[in-house]
Nanobody, 131 residues
Framework: QVQLVESGGGLVQPGGSLRLSCAASELTLDAVTIGWFRQAPGKEREGVSC????????RYANSVKGRFTISEDNAKHTLYLQMNSLKPEDTAVYYCAADFPPFYCIHTVPDSKFDLEFGSWGQGTQVTVSS
């Protein structure tokens, strides 16, 4: 099973940028569907962006479209999320994930589905957007 480790989170001001990284440890990231999710306090985890490794096709939640860019480096076994023009509502814990139904790329994920339908999750990295 692929082990995922996120990094790059932190505190930024509104309008600022961050780049998140998700490194696959020990194993090659060969999952067909990989992506980023986020969860704010009191809310369900939601899909932010996904990418299909085979053809590099991407999906974005409407709330981040035009501001976030997902990419991957297969040689480095790393997934990235470039976040620009950050807003306070982007504040959340961001998770990378692999091997899951593409439906969740732009939909919420009930807590009961975390382990049942997702092959791998990272531990999460906090992103806080505040002045």
């Amino acid at each position: 099973q692929v082990q995922l480790v996120e990094s790059g989170g932190g505190l930024v001001q509104p309008g600022g940028s961050l780049r998140l990284s998700c490194a696959a440890s020990e194993l090659t990231l060969d999952a067909v569907t990989i992506g980023w999710f986020r969860q704010a306090p009191g809310k369900e985890r939601e899909g932010v962006s996904c990418i299909t490794s085979s053809d590099s096709s991407t999906r974005y939640a409407n709330s981040v479209k035009g501001r976030f860019t997902i990419s991957e480096d297969n040689a480095k076994h790393t997934l990235y999320l470039q976040m620009n023009s950050l807003k306070p509502e982007d504040t959340a814990v961001y998770y990378c994930a692999a091997d899951f139904p593409p439906f969740y790329c732009i939909h919420t994920v009930p807590d009961s589905k975390f382990d049942l339908e997702f092959g791998s999750w990272g531990q999460g990295t906090q992103v806080t957007v505040s002045s």
